[in-house]
T-cell receptor, first 114, second 111 residues
Framework: NAGVTQTPKFQVLKTGQSMTLQCAQDMNHNSMYWYRQDPGMGLRLIYYSASEGTTDKGEVPNGYNVSRLNKREFSLRLESAAPSQTSVYFC?????????????FGDGTRLSIL | KQEVTQIPAALSVPEGENLVLNCSFT??????LQWFRQDPGKGLTSLLLIQSSQREQTSGRLNASLDKSSGRSTLYIAASQPGDSATYLCAVVSGNTPLVFGKGTRLSVIA
């Protein structure tokens, strides 16, 4: 019973490098989300996809891009990593984005940018 | 803009005590409110979801209440155990915005 799977679990990048964080869910959920969690700031929404084929900006979208590849997969790309993007990134999914059903979270990707 | 506040930021209690965690939100026009648990180094686990039309939800030793008009929710934990030690987060859905989270309450239950 995998739920939401994120890869990689840990990553260290140099400033200016690019990378893609992968997320896949096996619950047939329509909606998927990317958050970042920083000490003292709580969880903040980066981007979300209410349904396959749509994506929308959240609270902190600058420096990121997303792709809803299919119903199962939602990736987050950092085109030119900056130290301010050092954070723990969480992917989540839910049956619908209005929150009628709970969101399910992955275990996170811990990203350090030097 | 919806803002969610959780008080206290940290709480330490002896095992067996009943406790209450508080959550407040600024925009009362919510669709629902969720309580999550986060263990160190882990993702979030959904504990309880209260729809805007509901007043409370219960799961085992947990009871969450919602007073939409006053913008408040409480999470009641009965007979606390060391295994309850974690960070508890409150989040709301309102307008066109998916979950907006509070910063959490870090709970330590001392054996």
């Amino acid at each position: 019973n995998a739920g939401v799977t994120q890869t990689p679990k840990f990553q260290v990048l140099k400033t200016g490098q690019s990378m893609t964080l992968q997320c896949a869910q096996d619950m047939n959920h329509n909606s998927m989300y990317w958050y970042r969690q920083d000490p003292g700031m709580g969880l903040r929404l980066i981007y979300y996809s209410a349904s396959e084929g749509t994506t929308d900006k959240g609270e902190v979208p600058n420096g990121y891009n997303v792709s809803r590849l299919n119903k199962r997969e939602f990736s987050l790309r950092l085109e030119s990593a900056a130290p301010s993007q050092t954070s723990v990134y969480f992917c989540a999914s839910s049956a619908d984005y209005r929150g009628g059903q709970p969101q399910h979270f992955g275990d996170g990707t811990r990203l350090s940018i030097l | 803009k919806q803002e969610v506040t959780q008080i206290p930021a940290a709480l330490s209690v002896p095992e067996g005590e009943n406790l209450v965690l508080n959550c407040s939100f600024t925009d009362s026009a919510i669709y629902n409110l969720q309580w999550f648990r986060q263990d160190p180094g882990k993702g979030l686990t959904s504990l309880l979801l209260i729809q805007s039309s509901q007043r409370e939800q219960t799961s085992g030793r947990l009871n969450a209440s919602l007073d939409k008009s006053s913008g408040r929710s409480t999470l009641y934990i009965a007979a606390s155990q060391p295994g309850d030690s974690a960070t508890y987060l409150c989040a709301v859905v309102s307008g066109n915005t998916p979950l907006v989270f509070g910063k959490g309450t870090r709970l330590s239950v001392i054996a």
